[in-house]
């Protein structure tokens, strides 16, 4: 982020990947650390090659049939296995399978006679690495397994960027560099390789779906789905049916069935956002699911047995709530196995800059309005605000900036009127900036109306239309039409 006339610029913090793999995975001088075993059944041939790869500085060990180098290897890991395509007990063939079977990574090269090429190049088929036939010279066996060590480690080091990416994709919208997001950043990164319980707390706005984003995108469970759901947002006499799913004729409408969040969600991670607005009624239903992995849909008799894991999210205090009974004290305790907080704004203000930096880009872009700085008045007035509505409400102040910002800059005029200060809190923003037309006035100050009231309604678009006196299809047009994000446009 650039604050004008200070020439100033703020640095994001990149999280660092967390795969991490051994020294001697990557190319390496000969024997770094590398365990081989060798399945020969020919006395002279094992001894020459356990010879050649010592000399060499690798870690050998050595079986006279397949039966026992598999034994060998169950017990042992190893990072190549050099096998004879013909062996007493199980063959090359079988080594290969059991091999690969126990650990995919580990490189098998075969050995054979000239006789059975063909033979080896089918296992190639299978996974081995690579042949040599016999008779060979020794530097050859030594030149293969170097060729096998660079590509282990071009496999690996790919891998180790694909997490790296993978990950900073899904930090890159949770924006912070105070100690409390880096503590955050730290819990989402254990509890994602886990498969317990979370709950998420934090103030409506903190960001408590990224955060169940980030665990599930960086959970083993990564390529199933993820479901969301709100319960705060669907009619408790309709939730049940959206996270149970029914039957045909369960209810009048129920032409057809259909399937449930949970059902829907097989395999990989269902998210409860504000689980605190449940009824009574629903959570029994929801903790004899998490004890038994089963239930029915509404109006059928059908056990169906599912395997998720569970997100949760809440604004309230749910031992609060347990204490005057507004929440079963067993499915508290079923659900608040690892709690995470995500902190309020106003609690981490060195976050800002990054923050404020973070939606100039995303909304410049957006808006096609290039490189944007912000005036030291403008700066002061973001750093000053307290934002009772968190991130979402600076998100909403810096898009409503960058729309009225007419040049390259974002000065005080082009801010939400709350946030300007007390002294011109009722003036709309349209009247403060002289150089806006009056098209572009109405327009503005039009879409600062719609946003205060979608904010104010949590988002649900239908309750900010009625809030406006205007039908929920009005409002999806109007918001089309000021340029709001199409996720934002869509979504209900």
């Not at 356990?50 to 690798?58: D, I, K, Q, S, V």
């Not at 060998?72 to 062996?87: A, G, N, Y």
């Not at 449940?278 to 239930?295: G, I, P």
Request: hydrophobic residues 40%; glycine residues 8%; charged residues 30%.
């Amino acid at each position: 982020m650039r604050i004008a006339d200070k020439g100033k610029r703020e640095k994001s913090v990149e999280r660092p990947g967390t795969v991490k793999y051994r020294q001697g995975d990557s190319a390496a001088p000969r024997g770094q650390s590398m365990k081989i075993l060798i399945i020969e059944d020919e006395l002279s041939v094992r001894l020459g090659i356990a010879c050649t790869l010592e000399g060499a500085g690798y870690q050998v060990e050595a079986a006279d049939n397949g039966t026992e180098g598999i034994r060998i290897f169950e017990k042992r890991h190893f990072d190549i296995v050099i096998t004879d395509l013909r062996l007493p007990g199980a063959d090359g063939i079988g080594v290969l399978k059991s091999v690969k079977g126990i650990s995919p990574e580990t490189g098998v090269i075969i050995i054979t006679a000239f006789a059975d090429v063909k033979t080896a190049v089918d296992a190639m088929k299978e996974g081995a690495y690579d042949y040599i036939s016999k008779p060979f010279d020794p530097e050859e066996l030594l030149l293969v397994i170097d060729r096998f060590i660079k590509h282990r480690g071009l496999v690996l080091e790919n891998i180790r960027l694909r997490e790296e990416v993978r990950e900073k994709k899904e930090f890159q919208y949770i924006v912070g560099a105070s100690p409390g997001m880096q503590a955050l950043f730290d819990s989402i990164e254990v509890v994602a390789k886990t498969d317990s319980s979370v709950m998420i707390y934090g103030e409506s706005g903190t960001g408590k779906e990224m955060v169940a984003n980030a665990i599930h995108t960086l959970s083993p469970r990564n390529d199933k789905p993820f479901i969301k759901i709100n319960c705060a947002a669907i009619p408790d006499t309709l939730l049940e049916s959206e996270l149970f799913g029914h039957e045909k004729g369960a209810f009048t409408g129920a032409t057809q069935r259909r399937k449930g969040k949970f059902e829907a969600a097989g395999g990989g991670t269902i998210f409860l956002d504000e689980i605190g607005d449940m009824t009574l009624a629903l959570q029994a239903k929801l903790l004899r699911v998490l004890e038994s992995h089963t239930f029915e849909r509404l109006g059928g008799n059908e056990s169906i047995t599912v395997d998720v894991r569970t997100i949760y999210a809440t604004r309230k205090n749910l031992k609060e709530e347990v204490e005057t009974n507004g929440f079963r004290e067993d499915l508290y305790y079923r659900i608040n196995v690892i709690p995470i907080i995500v902190p309020p704004l106003r609690e981490r203000k060195e976050d800002i800059p990054l923050i404020v930096e973070h939606f100039i880009k995303v909304f410049a872009g957006i808006m096609n309005k290039g490189s944007i700085s912000i005036s030291p008045a403008a700066f002061e007035a973001l750093m000053s605000y307290e934002y009772p509505g968190n991130v979402r409400e600076l998100k909403h102040a810096i898009e409503t900036a960058v729309t009225f910002c007419k040049g390259s800059t974002i000065d005080l005029c082009c801010l939400p009127a709350e946030i300007r200060g007390q002294e011109i809190l009722k003036q709309p923003i349209s009247f403060m900036c002289e150089d806006l037309s009056l098209s572009d006035r109405v327009r503005g100050f039009e879409k600062e109306i719609i946003a205060q009231a979608i904010d104010e309604s949590g988002g649900r678009k239908k309750e900010a239309a009625k809030k406006l006196g205007i039908s929920r299809e009005t409002l999806w047009r109007k918001m089309r039409e000021l340029g709001f994000p199409e996720s934002s446009a869509a979504e209900d």
